[in-house]
Structures are given as C-alpha cells and as structure tokens.
Nanobody, 123 residues
C-alpha cells in the first residue's frame, strides 16, 4: 500500500499547520501513525490512531497542541498542529501497520511509509 504525506512548510512559532496523509487502498482496522525525525535526532512517533479500537496516542511533547483525525472512507488521516514550536521542526512521515486490528505499538511494526514532508518552525 502506498501512503503519501503532504502539507509541510515553513511557519513561525505559535502558528498552525495541518499535515495530510492519503493511502492507495483501504486501511480500515490498521493503525496509522505520524512520525518525525529532526536533524541529528532519532525518529520518534508523534501521534497514532489505533486500528483496533480507534484510540489515539500522542507523544508528551505534543499533547494538547496536535490532533490526529482519520477518515477511512476518504482514506486520509490528518495531523493538525497548533502552537508550533521550533523544536517541532522535522521531517514528518505517515506510516501504516498492516496488521489487522493493529494497535499503536513499536515503530518497527509500521511497514508502509509515505515520503516525508518537511515542517520548519522559525522562532
């Protein structure tokens, strides 16, 4: 399955940006997640939408600022990012866990990845 991320750009601290990820075939009941990797940093999961029960996960640094939404009928997941900070600067990737009714788990289970989209937050 192919995933395609978009929506990155250059914004100022405090502004908002919405990323989108679309996929090529139905991924109902599959976990979809957003990851990011900053320059010189390890990849980290930002947010995840479970395919098992619809629960969502956010890494602590984005809780209260980011919101993940999913529409399986349209085959799209979005990541609304508010109150952006310079430390949010990274390449953002969406990825899918192809396990049926997959929950948000280790990133190694996410085997289908979209290309990254760069988010740059200036201070």
């Amino acid at each position: 399955v192919q995933l395609q991320a978009s929506g990155g750009g250059l914004v100022r601290a405090g502004e908002s940006l919405t990323l989108s990820c679309v996929w090529s075939r139905p991924l109902d009941y599959h976990a979809i997640a957003w990851f990011r990797q900053g320059s010189g940093k390890e990849r980290e999961v930002v947010s995840c939408f479970s395919g098992a029960d619809g629960t969502t996960y956010y890494t602590d640094s984005v809780k209260g600022r980011f919101n993940i939404l999913r529409d399986d009928a349209k085959k799209i997941v979005t990541l609304q990012m508010n109150s952006l900070k310079p430390e949010d600067t990274a390449v953002y990737y969406c990825a899918a866990d192809l396990g049926y009714k997959s929950e948000c788990r280790l990133w190694t289970f996410f085997t289908s990845w979209g290309q990254g989209t760069l988010v740059t937050v200036s201070s």
